[in-house]
């Protein structure tokens, strides 16, 4: 059987773990395709370009925004992120399943837009063990990581809009968790 075209889109604070989350969903459940997002932001090490993302310019970026190619788009930490609509489209067109990694302020944009879109939280432990996450995946400087923390606070309390929410203790258990709602919501009737 063919699998309903779904759109999940997934939050979390940075070094909450939805990217780690992310790549694992596209190992483990077929037909999920993971959107990649356009940024300004400068490429981390280890990132691969257009793969992690596609780096652009904010010349670039702007013109985009112009030609109106984005689904969602949206500034995080002075940075601007967005998702293309053709990302979306084509593989919902071929009855494909897509997972957005995008930020709450893009995640209700794109709930807006497409009212089924699936919304899933990823919740850390705690504020601490977010820190430490973050000092462990040793991509960004105390500074940075001091403003991520900052704006982390704010993030938390969007989680209401959600349609999901996972604590990310447990890696496994996070993704298996993730992995099941993506089941159930393919299982799901729909009534007309
Ligand atoms: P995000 O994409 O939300 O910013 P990442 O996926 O980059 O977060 O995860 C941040 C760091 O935390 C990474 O180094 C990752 O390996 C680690 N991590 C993610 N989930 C867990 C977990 N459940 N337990 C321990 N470390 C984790
Ligand atoms: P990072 O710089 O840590 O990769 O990402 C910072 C934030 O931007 C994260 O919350 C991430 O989910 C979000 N983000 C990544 N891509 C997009 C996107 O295309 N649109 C929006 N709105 N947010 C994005």
Redesign the pocket.
């Known amino acids: 059987m063919k699998s309903r075209p779904l759109i999940f889109v997934i939050s ?1 604070p ?8 992310c790549r694992s969903i596209i190992r483990v459940c077929s037909g999920v395709k993971l959107s990649t997002s356009l940024t300004t932001r400068k490429r981390r090490e280890g990132e691969r370009k257009n793969f992690d993302y596609h780096f652009v310019s904010q010349k670039e970026f702007l013109k985009k925004i112009k030609q109106n190619a984005f689904a969602e788009w949206a500034t995080v930490l002075k940075n601007y992120y967005g998702t293309l609509k053709k990302n979306i489209e084509a593989p919902l067109k071929q009855g494909k399943n897509i997972i957005l990694n995008i930020d709450t302020n893009g995640a209700l944009q794109i709930k807006k837009i497409y009212p089924e879109a699936i919304l899933i939280f ?1 919740l850390p432990p705690s504020l601490d063990v977010l820190k430490k ?2 000092v ?2 040793k991509t960004d400087s105390q500074h940075e990581i001091k403003k991520r923390l900052n704006l982390a606070r704010k993030e938390l309390s969007f989680v209401k809009n959600y349609d999901y929410a996972i604590v ?4 496994k258990k ?1 993704i298996r968790k993730v992995e099941s709602i993506i089941i159930a919501e393919r299982c799901r009737v729909i009534k007309k």
């Open positions: 979390a940075s070094g909450g773990g939805k990217t780690t989350i990823i996450r973050l462990g995946r990310n203790d447990s890696l996070a």
